[in-house]
């Protein structure tokens, strides 16, 4: 980690810990038991996931997508859904198109590729001053609920590396954003680091195996959304519970990002 971000993280450390006192957020007391899928919610799954987003597609972003390179697309996607699963899986790590976290760190250091670093909306803070359902986050330094949130936490730190960061409230937003990376700069790979529940990480890899993006999902613990339904009133904003990210999951996500290469002049794209 270079100097610069230890100082970062720090401060922040810091800070955090004064307003845990001053200041505490609601979080989850107990960590719920929940199955990362459901049974019944897992048979199909390749199927469902494919008639969710053409269905909700409501801008025809994967469809206009698509088109650009419809036979080149298509054989990626049949080659994934021929495999039994679309990622490698450690854990709460969920692999695409990488063997482990050492694979992404090189990736990131010695391909100049396009970074996107993105967190599902649903494990913001209630108290989220940008709100939650929102691809906002006002991340201010002197917020007593930025300075605790570990979206905030992360984004000080990525925001001085090449990372493009991104606040996810729906999968078609995700989408459009690595199909619009990936077609504007047709030459650089396009590698992600994303938070989301075990369900979205499991059901929508086959399109980013389709458009050649590699990265790691971090997988959701909480009150995760785990059958269709919960998915889609999600997707809709309706998200009472609150998702997290567990301590050693968080530990992963900060060694990945303390290793992006430092800004040059802002990432954008």
């Given at each position: 980690?270079?100097?610069?971000?230890?100082?970062?993280?720090?401060?922040?450390?810091?800070?955090?810990?004064?307003?845990?006192?001053?200041?505490?957020?609601?979080?989850?007391?107990?960590?719920?038991?929940?199955?990362?899928?459901?049974?019944?919610?897992?048979?199909?799954?390749?199927a469902k996931g494919l008639f969710y987003l053409i269905k909700h597609d409501k801008n025809k972003i994967f469809l206009r997508y698509f088109f650009k390179k419809p036979l080149k697309y298509a054989a990626s996607l049949i080659r994934s859904y021929?495999?039994?699963?679309?990622?490698?899986?450690?854990?709460?790590?969920?692999?695409?198109?990488?063997?482990?976290?050492?694979?992404?760190?090189?990736?990131?250091?010695?391909?100049?590729?396009?970074?996107?670093?993105?967190?599902?909306?649903?494990?913001?803070?209630?108290?989220?001053?940008?709100?939650?359902?929102?691809?906002?986050?006002?991340?201010?330094?002197?917020?007593?609920?930025?300075?605790?949130?570990?979206?905030?936490?992360?984004?000080?730190?990525?925001?001085?590396?090449?990372?493009?960061?991104?606040?996810?409230?729906?999968?078609?937003?995700?989408?459009?954003?690595?199909?619009?990376?990936?077609?504007?700069?047709?030459?650089?790979?396009?590698?992600?680091?994303?938070?989301?529940?075990?369900?979205?990480?499991?059901?929508?890899?086959?399109?980013?195996?389709?458009?050649?993006?590699?990265?790691?999902?971090?997988?959701?613990?909480?009150?995760?959304?785990?059958?269709?339904?919960?998915?889609?009133?999600?997707?809709?904003?309706?998200?009472?519970?609150?998702?997290?990210?567990?301590?050693?999951?968080?530990?992963?996500?900060?060694?990945?990002?303390?290793?992006?290469?430092?800004?040059?002049?802002?990432?954008?794209?």
């Amino acid at each position: 980690m270079n100097e610069k971000l230890r100082i970062i993280e720090s401060s922040w450390d810091k800070r955090a810990k004064a307003l845990e006192k001053s200041h505490p957020l609601k979080t989850l007391k107990t960590l719920p038991k929940m199955e990362g899928i459901t049974s019944s919610t897992a048979k199909h799954l390749k199927a469902k996931g494919l008639f969710y987003l053409i269905k909700h597609d409501k801008n025809k972003i994967f469809l206009r997508y698509f088109f650009k390179k419809p036979l080149k697309y298509a054989a990626s996607l049949i080659r994934s859904y021929l495999k039994p699963l679309s990622f490698s899986r450690n854990g709460d790590l969920f692999f695409y198109g990488l063997e482990d976290k050492d694979s992404f760190k090189w990736t990131a250091s010695a391909q100049d590729p396009l970074i996107i670093l993105g967190f599902s909306y649903c494990h913001k803070p209630f108290e989220c001053p940008s709100g939650r359902f929102s691809d906002q986050c006002q991340n201010m330094e002197d917020h007593p609920v930025c300075n605790q949130c570990f979206i905030g936490k992360c984004t000080a730190l990525a925001a001085h590396t090449e990372a493009k960061i991104l606040y996810i409230p729906t999968i078609h937003y995700i989408g459009e954003k690595i199909f619009e990376a990936t077609h504007q700069n047709p030459d650089r790979q396009v590698l992600f680091l994303i938070t989301a529940c075990e369900l979205s990480l499991t059901m929508f890899g086959d399109w980013g195996n389709m458009i050649g993006a590699k990265g790691i999902g971090i997988r959701l613990d909480g009150r995760i959304c785990n059958t269709m339904r919960a998915f889609k009133l999600s997707e809709e904003g309706i998200k009472p519970g609150l998702t997290v990210v567990l301590k050693d999951s968080e530990e992963h996500m900060l060694d990945l990002i303390r290793s992006l290469p430092p800004s040059r002049t802002g990432a954008s794209f």
